[in-house]
C-alpha cells in the first residue's frame, strides 16, 4: 500500500515564524532556529523511505527556499483559507494521487521518533483504526494520519489553541471513526522549550537544531521557567 508523508512549512522570515520565542529570540534568532528545525526534519525523515510532499505556505521567496532545502522533496503550495481547509485540500489531493495511508506533520517537532511515523503507517494499513493521532504537550497534536478522506476532522477547530486534540477527537467520534493515539512528544514553541534535555543531548540528531541553540549559549539557559507574553 503506497504511502506518502506531508510536512507543512512556511518560509523562515523574520518575525513570521516562532513569534513566541520573542523577546528572549530577537526575531532573527528565531527564524534561524525554524530555519534548522525544518532542515533537521527534512533530513530526517528521508530514512522512512516514503514518498514526501512538502506543502508550503507561498510568499516571497518561498518556493526558492524549499527547493534548495528539500533535495528528494516533491513541493506543493498550501491551497485554502486557514489551516483547517488547507489540511484538508493537502489530504484530497495525496489521496486522488492513489495513496493508501498519508501522515501529515508540522515542523515543531524536529526531533521527533520516527518509529512513531512508522507506527502510525503499520497500524492503519491493519485496520485497527481509521486515524492516528500523536499528541503534543500544549494540547495539539504533532501528526495526524489517515487512510481516506476525512474532511470533518478540521472543521471547526481553534487551531492555535489547547483544545486542538480534544475537539479533533470529537469529530472522529461524530463521524463514527475509530481514532488512536501514538506516544506523546513536544513542540519547540516556548522559551521554556529551549532548555528541554532532549534538545541539548549530544545523541540528539535533530544536529542543526541543536548546534544552533547550543550557539546562543547563556541566552538559552536564562529562558528556563519564563513563559513568553
Known amino acids: 500500500m503506497p504511502r506518502a508523508l506531508l510536512i507543512f512549512a512556511r518560509h523562515p522570515s523574520p518575525g513570521r515564524v516562532k513569534t513566541r520565542l520573542s523577546p528572549f529570540l530577537s526575531p532573527q534568532e528565531a527564524a534561524q532556529l525554524y530555519d534548522c528545525m525544518v532542515r533537521d526534519l527534512v533530513a530526517r525523515t ?19 527556499y524549499f527547493r534548495e532545502v528539500g533535495s ?63 499528541p503534543t504537550e500544549d494540547g495539539g497534536y504533532y501528526l495526524l494520519a489517515l487512510r481516506g478522506e476525512e474532511p470533518e476532522l478540521f472543521r471547526e477547530v481553534p487551531w492555535s489553541t489547547e483544545q486542538v486534540l480534544e475537539v479533533t477527537l470529537q469529530r472522529a467520534a461524530e463521524a463514527g471513526l475509530r481514532c488512536e493515539l501514538l506516544p506523546g512528544w513536544y513542540d519547540v514553541d516556548l522559551p521554556s522549550d529551549l532548555t528541554r534535555p532532549e534538545l541539548a543531548d549530544p545523541g540528539h540528531d535533530a544536529c542543526r537544531t541543536r548546534n544552533y541553540l547550543l550557539s546562543l549559549g547563556k541566552a538559552v539557559h536564562q529562558t528556563r521557567g519564563k513563559s513568553a507574553e
Not at 483547517?84 to 501529515?104: D, K, P
Not at 506533520?105 to 526531533?111: H, L, N, Q
Open 46 to 64: 528521508a530514512a522512512l523511505g516514503v514518498d514526501r510532499y512538502l506543502l508550503y505556505e507561498e510568499g516571497e521567496g518561498a518556493e526558492a
Open 72 to 134: 528528494g522533496l516533491l513541493l506543493i503550495p498550501q491551497q485554502g483559507v486557514g489551516l483547517g481547509e488547507r489540511l484538508a485540500n493537502a489530504f484530497t489531493t495525496l489521496f486522488s494521487r492513489g495513496y493508501g495511508t498519508l501522515a501529515v506533520v508540522g515542523t515543531d517537532s524536529p526531533d521527533l521518533p520516527l518509529p512513531f511515523i512508522q507506527q502510525a503507517y503499520e497500524r492503519l494499513e491493519s485496520g485497527e483504526a481509521d486515524v492516528l493521532l500523536g
